[in-house]
């Protein structure tokens, strides 16, 4: 089963609001990523968790902090977004953390609007 | 150079036709490789790996090319549902923590 699973599935918020995104897969894997998607274009990577610890931050803006609580779960936690920060934020997980890449298996993603 | 580049297509082609999907890569350090497929407003999907050797997988086929560092993606015999944005993504290896580089993406439309 290589299955990741997202809440919510949409999302809309306004600039002031505070909201979480959730992510979570039970494939035992060891790294779990987010990523970003603008329409029409490629899954541009944000945050890398290995072995529950951040190892990469693409430089985000400090209104998106992750959180990785247990090896199966990963949160997105958002405050005073932008209209700009409306995408679709997918959450990823591959077998193993470290330097070797091995194949990342998507959930279903979040459309986030923010008004 | 772009890290990853692909055909910016779209390809518009009937079913049952044969299409090719290329993509090149800049970092010659790369070790794995992947075609992914997304549906309009969908999750990218893994469609599969690429190794050196070649690999098929029913009508698809990908090779990989290393020292032309050059990756293709064969359709054969194209179905309605192979419609799809088709990801070239190269692994990339830096200090204690990989990733994967994405192309943009090339569309395919198959028609009846």
């Known amino acids: 089963d290589t299955e990741v699973t997202q809440t919510p599935k949409h999302l809309v918020m306004g600039m002031t609001n505070k909201k979480s995104l959730k992510c979570e897969q039970h494939?035992?894997?060891?790294?779990m990523y987010w990523y970003k998607q603008k329409a029409k274009k490629p899954p541009e990577l944000m945050f890398v968790?290995?072995?529950?610890?951040?190892?990469i931050n693409e430089s985000v803006p400090s209104r998106f902090s992750p959180e990785c609580p247990n090896s199966s779960l990963l949160n997105l936690h958002l405050h005073a977004l932008q209209p700009e920060d409306s995408a679709l934020y997918l959450c990823?997980?591959?077998?193993?953390?470290?330097?070797?890449?091995?194949?990342?298996?998507f959930g279903p993603g979040t459309r986030l609007t923010v008004t | 150079r772009k890290e990853v580049e692909q055909d910016p297509g779209p390809f518009n082609v009937p079913e049952g036709a044969t299409v090719a999907f290329n993509c090149t890569y800049s970092?010659?350090?790369?070790?794995?490789f992947f075609w992914y497929r997304q549906d309009c407003r969908k999750e990218p999907k893994l469609l599969m790996s690429?190794?050196?050797s070649g690999n098929e997988d029913g009508r698809f086929t990908a090779q990989l090319n290393r020292a032309s560092q050059y990756i293709s993606l064969l359709i054969r015999d194209s179905k309605l549902s192979d419609s799809a944005t088709y990801l070239c993504?190269?692994?990339?290896?830096?200090?204690?923590?990989?990733?994967?580089?994405f192309g943009k993406g090339t569309k395919l439309s198959v028609k009846p």
């Open positions: 990823a997980s591959s077998p193993f953390g470290g330097p070797t890449v091995y194949e990342q298996y």
């Open positions: 690429v190794y050196s």
């Open positions: 968790y290995s072995y529950e610890k951040l190892s």
């Open positions: 970092n010659s350090a790369s070790q794995s």
């Open positions: 993504v190269v692994a990339h290896y830096g200090g204690s923590q990989g990733n994967l580089i």
């Open positions: 494939m035992g894997h060891r790294a």
